[in-house]
């Protein structure tokens, strides 16, 4: 949900994220406030970092899930939501032009926070256990 407030600041300010017209509907939805959407930025950065931080900590471990050695929950939900950051290819996943801009924009503490390992995971994740091509 904070990713999605981001995303919504981002399209109210014409500044990347939701087209105007989906940032207004989807801010009603998730309770938008000029606040919320000035604070979201640095929270995802902040849980982007914890899940990156979990990552290396269990590849370091000799693992490649978040949780144990095998896949849970945890590795699915942040396989799929990472399209919210970097979607997957057209050829993999279908999406309208605008949604795909939308997701691929950042602001300058997301970005920072991104890291390569959270893309592996999910390239891996998709690779072995989930579905493609997808359609948005």
Do not use: W
């Not at 109210?12 to 938008?32: D, M, S, W």
């Not at 590795?75 to 795909?100: G, V």
């Not at 997701?103 to 989930?130: N, Q």
């Amino acid at each position: 949900m904070v990713r999605r407030l981001q995303l919504v600041h981002a399209g109210l300010r014409n500044a990347g994220g939701f087209t105007e017209r989906v940032a207004t509907y989807l801010g009603k939805k998730y309770g938008y406030s000029p606040e919320a959407g000035a604070a979201a930025g640095p929270r995802v950065a902040e849980l982007l970092g914890m899940l990156i931080t979990r990552l290396k900590a269990q590849r370091h471990a000799g693992s490649r899930y978040y949780v144990g050695n095998s896949l849970t929950a945890a590795d699915i939900y942040s396989a799929t939501f990472a399209a919210m950051f970097d979607p997957l290819p057209p050829k993999q996943c279908r999406m309208d032009a605008s949604t795909r801009a939308a997701f691929s924009g950042g602001d300058t503490h997301t970005d920072e926070a991104l890291a390569p390992i959270l893309f592996e995971h999910r390239d891996m994740m998709y690779r072995e256990y989930l579905e493609l091509p997808l359609s948005l």
